[in-house]
T-cell receptor
Framework: AQSVTQPDIHITVSEGASLELRCNYS??????LFWYVQSPGQGLQLLLK??????LVQGIKGFEAEFKRSQSSFNLRKPSVHWSDAAEYFC?????????FGAGTRLTVKP | KAGVTQTPRYLIKTRGQQVTLSCSPI?????VSWYQQTPGQGLQFLFE???????NKGNFPGRFSGRQFSNSRSEMNVSTLELGDSALYLC?????????????FGPGTRLTVT
């Protein structure tokens, strides 16, 4: 069965600084990978997804992620963080029968 | 296009009662999935419905059930509520069934069991 690990429970960055959120997955076949963002009291919004092809994926709100098969990773990046990016971020892998989510990384943005 | 809607948004129930949550998918979407989100367990998959049939099911007891109607709207039922069922229940819809289809999430129903 597939699984997802997000090693960082909580990250704090200054506004304007760069951001990288880590995600490692385990899945036997070609993974379908996703990053979602959840603001307090809200549902999840899809930031980007990887199915195949170019390993660098562009998403909404200036986010991008890079798929590295050799490292089983799909890290999320943003060159310059805005205060409105403060939220919880979830990495997910689509398996045979369901979607598995990581535990999430809470992002705090300092002014 | 309207997003995924879930009703009610908040619910307080007592142990032993049952509850029904409703989800209306995006127009044209035929697949509806349900998830439970708790601080301790995170996001866990409950089940997926496509064309009125349950296609996949997560590792939850039989007290959790669901159904999908011909208009793709879905309901989730939890019987004999336990304190541990307190959670945010999220519904997600997609055009098709399976992992390659992008899921769109509703705002969730916050269930509190006392």
């Amino acid at each position: 069965a597939q699984s997802v690990t997000q090693p960082d429970i909580h990250i704090t960055v200054s506004e304007g600084a760069s951001l990288e959120l880590r995600c490692n997955y385990s899945y036997g076949a070609t993974p379908y990978l996703f990053w979602y963002v959840q603001s307090p009291g809200q549902g999840l919004q899809l930031l980007l997804k990887y199915f195949s092809g170019d390993t660098l994926v562009q998403g909404i709100k200036g986010f991008e992620a890079e798929f590295k098969r050799s490292q089983s990773s799909f890290n999320l990046r943003k060159p310059s963080v805005h205060w409105s990016d403060a939220a919880e971020y979830f990495c997910a892998v689509g398996g045979d029968n369901d979607m598995r989510f990581g535990a999430g990384t809470r992002l705090t943005v300092k002014p | 296009k309207a997003g995924v809607t879930q009703t009610p948004r908040y619910l307080i129930k007592t142990r032993g009662q049952q509850v029904t949550l409703s989800c209306s998918p995006i127009s044209g979407h035929r697949s509806v999935s349900w998830y439970q989100q708790t601080p301790g367990q995170g996001l866990q998959f409950l089940f997926e419905y496509f064309s009125e049939t349950q296609r996949n099911k997560g590792n939850f007891p039989g007290r959790f059930s669901g159904r999908q109607f011909s208009n793709s709207r879905s309901e989730m039922n939890v019987s004999t509520l336990e304190l541990g069922d307190s959670a945010l229940y999220l519904c997600a819809s997609s055009i098709g069934q399976g992992r390659s289809y992008e899921q769109y999430f509703g705002p969730g129903t916050r269930l509190t069991v006392t």
